[in-house]
């Protein structure tokens, strides 16, 4: 039961991360379009998307509210503030609106958390319940090279995926689409923004390492909608993925960017390690 439990948790938060998605540093696809026309506007898509992805990394930090669906596994909402300079850190506030895991975490006295990002390691604190059967502790450490024991084989991917939610991370994904365009001018939150789109197809992609994250995690298509601001940074994204275990959605909000980000280690005492707690 305690095994089955931390896996289905683990499982979950690796999943609902606020800036969750399979994505890796790659290249668009070389078809621009047909069109001399077509071609140019494809090329001043590709390079305002450029400067979104460097404008974005070099912000260093951001505000992030979230929601995400997976199937009838689980929704959620997640806030909180996460940085990227030295690897991933920051804190969130996650709440697990529906779904079976939902229904898991209620039977734990809990349907929300806190969770703590360290460049080695996430922390997530859970409730009375959990702390009873993990010999009284609140708070598990997931050290990203320990999701492999996630769900079998695909809990790899979970943990770089994890080391790499960053916000522009959702614009090299885009990148890799072959019809990636600009959709047109819209209003996000009452700021001018302007909306692109596309859909990456994971058999179609030529980026190797890409290709392997996205076969690795069930992703057969996924499709992408960001919303840049007149600063170059993202201030929403849309991701859709089909998966072999259903439907994946989220939407996820940015602000704040350069916010100052703190995130402490929680106390040795009152922590315990997700390979020891798998083990017993």
């Known amino acids: 039961m305690q095994g089955t439990t931390v896996r289905g948790v683990g499982l979950v938060f690796a999943m609902a991360s606020a800036l969750a998605g399979v994505a890796a540093c790659t290249s668009p696809d070389s078809s621009d379009g047909s069109g001399k026309d077509d071609r140019a506007a494809h090329g ?27 199937g009838s596994l689980m929704s959620m909402t997640a806030d909180g503030t996460l940085g990227w300079g030295k690897g991933i850190t920051g804190t969130l506030s996650i709440t697990y609106t529906g779904g079976t895991l939902a229904d898991t975490m209620r039977r734990l006295g809990s349907t929300s958390m806190e969770a703590r990002y360290l460049p080695d390691a996430y922390y997530a604190r859970m409730g009375e319940k959990f702390s009873e059967q993990a010999g009284g502790k609140h708070w598990i450490r997931y050290a990203y090279e320990d999701l492999e024991a996630l769900a079998g084989g695909s809990g790899a991917p979970l943990g770089d995926q994890m080391r790499s939610t960053t916000p522009n991370q959702s614009v090299k994904l885009l990148l890799a689409s072959g019809d990636v365009r600009k959709a047109g001018e819209e209003s996000v939150r009452g700021r001018p923004a ?34 840049i601001d007149e600063r170059n940074l993202l201030v929403k994204k849309v ?9 994946m959605t989220q939407t996820a909000h940015y602000g704040d960017y350069g916010v100052p980000v703190r995130a402490r280690r929680p106390p040795l005492s009152d922590t315990g390690d997700f390979e020891d707690l798998m083990r017993k």
């Open 44 to 70: 001043r898509t590709v390079a305002a998307l450029r400067s979104a992805e460097r404008a974005t990394q070099r912000a260093g930090s951001a505000r992030v509210e979230s929601t995400t669906t997976m």
């Open 194 to 227: 302007t909306h692109y789109t596309g859909t990456v197809a994971a058999a179609d992609v030529t980026d190797a390492a890409l290709r392997k994250q996205l076969t690795e995690a069930g992703v057969t298509t996924e499709t992408v909608d960001i919303w």
């Open 239 to 247: 991701e859709k993925a089909r998966m072999s275990t259903g439907l």
